[in-house]
């Protein structure tokens, strides 16, 4: 399996744009990338994926770097709402298996 | 349209014992994976469903057993528990069969051993 690499934790500020970037040298050219999150006494949460161009829906966009060895998720106002830890994910085709990696815990300050 | 649930919400059992947690998927969904979440080893995967066959295990030993029904529905099982085992169980449901897809998460279960 693929593994990704995150910075523990990050902060914002509300209604500041945050930049959450995920590490995956190792990505094969099948793997998608996921974004998950799980807020606090829930359990996770879809936030978005992607293959290989940059994706925007309405949580969220992923910018995925050319040679798809990296990736940012990009929430575009934070709110405290999106106090969550992030987990940036690569599966593979014909599998909804994920591996939770430690994640990104990102801290907003009104 | 309902949610994943997963029954029972919160469960005592004592060292020895088995277990059995059930998961009912979005209406539609053929896809149903669990997982494992403590504080120790954050969220780990322990199988995956669809049309009731198994397609990926998780690193956990046989102890950790599960099956699908023909209408989705799926059951684990933990038999001979170990005080270790107690944790969250997550059960996660999408429509799958070919590219990774959108998995929408139950609530979970909350085992505790004893």
């Known amino acids: 399996d693929a593994k990704t690499t995150q910075p523990n934790s990050m902060e914002s500020n509300e209604e500041e744009p945050v930049h959450l970037p995920c590490n995956h040298s190792t990505i094969s050219g099948t793997d998608y990338i996921h974004w998950y999150r799980q807020l606090p006494s829930q359990g996770p949460e879809y936030v978005i994926h992607?293959?290989?161009s940059n994706v925007n829906n309405r949580m969220a966009s992923l910018a995925i770097a050319e040679d798809r060895k990296s990736s940012t998720l990009i929430l575009h106002r934070a709110t405290l709402r999106d106090a969550a830890v992030y987990y940036c994910?690569?599966?593979?085709?014909?599998?909804?298996?994920?591996?939770f990696g430690t994640g990104t815990r990102l801290q907003v300050f009104p | 349209k309902a949610g994943v649930t997963q029954t029972p919400r919160y469960l005592i059992k004592t060292r020895g014992q088995q277990v059995t947690l059930s998961c009912s998927p979005i209406?539609?969904?053929?896809?149903v994976s669990w997982y494992q979440q403590t504080p120790g080893q954050g969220l780990q995967f322990l199988f995956e469903?669809?049309?009731?066959?198994?397609?990926n295990k998780g690193n956990f030993p046989g102890r950790f057993s599960g099956r699908q029904f023909s209408n989705s529905r799926s059951e684990m099982n933990v038999s001979t528990l170990e005080l270790g085992d107690s944790a969250l169980y997550l059960c996660?449901?999408?429509?799958?069969?070919?590219?990774?897809?959108?998995?929408?998460f139950g609530p979970g279960t909350r085992l505790t051993v004893l």
């Open positions: 996660a449901s999408s429509l799958a069969g070919g590219p990774p897809d959108t998995q929408y």
């Open positions: 994910i690569l599966t593979a085709y014909n599998t909804d298996k994920l591996i």
């Open positions: 992607g293959l290989t």
């Open positions: 469903y669809f049309s009731e066959t198994q397609r």
């Open positions: 209406s539609g969904h053929r896809s």
